[in-house]
């Protein structure tokens, strides 16, 4: 279904605009100032340090210098000048109506009244009170682990703006920090490196790509998160005029005396031989964004203008804008549009995306203080999975589409079906990447694909395989992750939903009955896993972990023939399938047996003929379900884990 560009600005017209506010920390005195603010649902603050070393940090009425359990806190941030501020700043999000009472964690700065209060009540537990009460405090204290949470901590550093330089070129922070890179004039990048190798690409490092930006400020930005105390190292990759081997280089946290300094570094680019190289596509391990809009990907127009053109609204006005003024290569011209012009994993959807996929950009269900490490791991995985899909179903699409090659061979409804599946995947891609996004955590870099695109009937069915595997990882990451992380539930069940529909008219498409067959079948999501590598997966450049295990692929399974018998005096019929697949040498000795993963959480067991590898249908099965080969009959389904020979494989009964 499509929205008009009309009906969608309106629905927006009715939303409040968020308000921002800038404090500044310990500018002419022990203060904060504004000391007291009134703010909404959704604004945001941002504070700004002056000298000497203070800190934002959440208390309760209570116990005004203590920290609240959970609350959000700056880290100390040491600077010099009284009334430069630092390039540091923590911004906040008002995320509750309740008051939000806030000291400075620094020696006695909290008894001195070094305080703030956001939306105070006028009576009671007044500001004034809390002043008083913070005066006879005990001793402050800061969260143990020192490190910010709550909110984004800030650096900025300027890239190209006063000649060939990073400012500042060694960034001493905290981890959990957005390093953010500031462009300027002429055509700059960062790369990661490592410090033996300054101005070539650290493999799985981050890269903001060329950005070639002719105002100061650009208004490009490029986000990286510190990870941990460790030094990392970049440098500028622009090849012409040799950036890098003039000293564009930088680091995070170098240490500051031994072999391994900054000074080092940048004696070791200068003698370093060009030319420079940076990865192909940008960003990576970053966010680019172009005057507060994320940019999907920067080297080359976010959607070809063949879709660009057809689409209803302004489409990706946004996009296209940056990657002129950017001045990313793709305009109306450009080169046949590729799975690589989809939107990066991060990224905003996109005004044609979101009105394919029949709705407005997707916003979150409400974010939790937290997010555990399974849940971080099943999200990972699940985006690599979703990964896949949409480059599938976006190249199908193409080719389904005027001009492509396959044109002609589907009525335009199911093409524009088809389109939708791709808006649809590409936004559950985005509400995934958002939650790894919002608590920090890493978005992988993506895998190459083995694109099954040798023929349309092709096509389908390996995005039917893919969907059901995706489909069936999706309900057990669900389950697993229900007691730790109940908000990521609805945002897995609604992502089932769309694809379980998908699923239906797929089963119609193939001829298959449908009102039987769009069936959720549930599978651990390691074998889901373990499916898509064996089957869609050229080489991926980190493996997951899953459950704080290692990836695991087991071996292939296949199934090489289906052959019925009738007994005709019960009227009873029998099916068996002649199964394929090499055990390891260890699971040769014993017996075998296929479990049988059907709808509804069902799972049968029957034995498989060690010589003939054939194994018997349960009887009554139909549809699409899932076989593993496993060592043990009657495991239930959340440890099959430990008991898999081969698989899993699906197959239609
Ligand atoms: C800032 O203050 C904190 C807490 O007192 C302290 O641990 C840290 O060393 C200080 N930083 C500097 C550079 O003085
Ligand atoms: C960002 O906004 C500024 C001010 O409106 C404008 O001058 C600049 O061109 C914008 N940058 C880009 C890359 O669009
Ligand atoms: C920016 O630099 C890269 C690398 O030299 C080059 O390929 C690209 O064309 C440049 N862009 C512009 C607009 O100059
Ligand atoms: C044949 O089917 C009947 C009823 O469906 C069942 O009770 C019986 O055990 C079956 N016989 C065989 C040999 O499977």
Request: proline share 7%; glycine share 10%; charged share 15%.
């Amino acid at each position: 279904m499509r929205f008009s560009a009309g009906s969608l600005l309106l629905a927006g017209a009715s939303l409040a605009r968020a308000a921002h506010f800038d404090v500044d920390v310990g500018k002419g005195g022990l203060k904060f100032d504004p000391p007291t603010i009134k703010a909404a649902l959704g604004d945001t603050i941002t504070y700004h340090f002056f000298a000497k070393n203070h800190s934002v940090t959440q208390s309760s009425f209570d116990e005004p210098c203590q920290p609240l359990g959970g609350g959000f806190f700056s880290g100390y941030v040491p600077t010099d000048s009284p009334d430069i501020a630092s390039r540091t700043t923590f911004t906040i999000t008002v995320q509750e109506e309740k008051p939000i009472w806030v000291y400075c964690s620094q020696g006695d700065h909290c008894q001195k009244s070094m305080l703030q209060a956001i939306n105070a009540p006028q009576t009671g537990n007044t500001f004034e009170a809390f002043v008083e009460k913070a005066k006879t405090a005990p001793a402050s204290a800061a969260p143990a682990d020192g490190l910010p949470n709550g909110g984004h901590r800030i650096v900025l550093v300027d890239v190209g703006k006063n000649g060939l330089t990073f400012e500042p070129s060694n960034i001493v922070e905290l981890p959990r920090t957005r390093v953010r890179f500031n462009f300027h004039p002429k055509n700059h990048s960062v790369v990661q490196s490592t410090f033996d190798n300054p101005c070539q690409q650290l493999k799985g490092g981050f890269s903001s790509g060329h950005i070639p930006v002719a105002q100061s400020p650009s208004g490009v930005l490029f986000d990286v998160i510190v990870p941990d105390t460790q030094p990392l190292w970049f440098y500028c990759g622009q090849p012409n005029g040799n950036h890098c081997q003039s000293g564009m280089v930088g680091s995070i946290n170098a240490p500051a005396q031994g072999e391994k300094t900054l000074a080092a570094f940048v004696a070791k680019a200068k003698a370093a031989p060009p030319p420079s190289t940076i990865p192909e596509f940008a960003p990576l391990g970053g966010i680019i964004s172009v005057n507060g809009t994320i940019v999907h990907a920067f080297n080359g127009n976010v959607l070809p203008s063949q879709v660009s053109n057809d689409a209803p609204s302004t489409s990706s006005a946004t996009s296209t804008q940056a990657a002129n003024n950017g001045g990313a290569a793709a305009t109306k011209s450009s080169p046949p549009a590729s799975s690589q012009t989809l939107p990066a994993p991060g990224s905003d959807a996109g005004d044609y995306f979101t009105n394919k996929a029949g709705g407005g950009t997707p916003k979150h269900w409400g974010w939790a203080e937290k997010i555990s490490d399974v849940a971080t791991d099943f999200l990972q995985l699940h985006l690599r999975i979703e990964h896949l899909l949409s480059h599938l179903l976006w190249e199908a699409y193409l080719k389904l589409e005027e001009g492509g090659d396959w044109h002609g061979a589907y009525p335009q409804t199911i093409v524009d079906t088809i389109g939708a599946w791709t808006a649809q995947s590409v936004i559950h891609m985005a509400t995934t990447a958002a939650t790894l996004e919002h608590y920090e955590k890493k978005i992988l870099e993506s895998c190459k694909w083995k694109l099954p695109l040798g023929s349309v009937d092709e096509f389908l069915t390996a995005y039917n395989r893919i969907n059901l595997a995706q489909i069936g990882g999706l309900i057990d990451i669900s389950a697993q992750v229900a007691a730790a992380d109940p908000f990521l539930v609805p945002i897995f069940l609604t992502q089932v939903g769309s694809k379980s529909r998908a699923a239906g008219v797929v089963n119609m498409m193939q001829n298959h009955m449908a009102a039987i067959a769009p069936r959720e079948v549930a599978i651990p999501a390691s074998l889901a896993w373990s499916f898509v590598l064996s089957n869609y997966v050229e080489s991926c450049p980190v493996e997951l972990t899953i459950e704080g295990q290692k990836e695991k692929k087991w071996p292939g399974l296949s199934v090489a023939s289906f052959k019925s018998s009738g007994d005709a005096a019960t009227g009873n019929s029998t099916v068996e399938v002649t199964l394929k697949y090499d055990a390891e040498k260890e699971q040769k000795g014993k017996d075998h047996f296929a479990a049988w993963i059907g709808p509804f959480g069902e799972l049968e067991y029957t034995s498989v003929d060690k010589e003939s590898k054939v194994a018997k249908v349960p009887e009554g099965w139909s549809g699409d379900v899932f076989i593993v080969v496993t060592n043990e009959a009657g495991t239930p389904l959340d440890r099959l884990e430990g008991v898999v020979v081969a698989g899993p494989q699906l197959a239609w009964l």
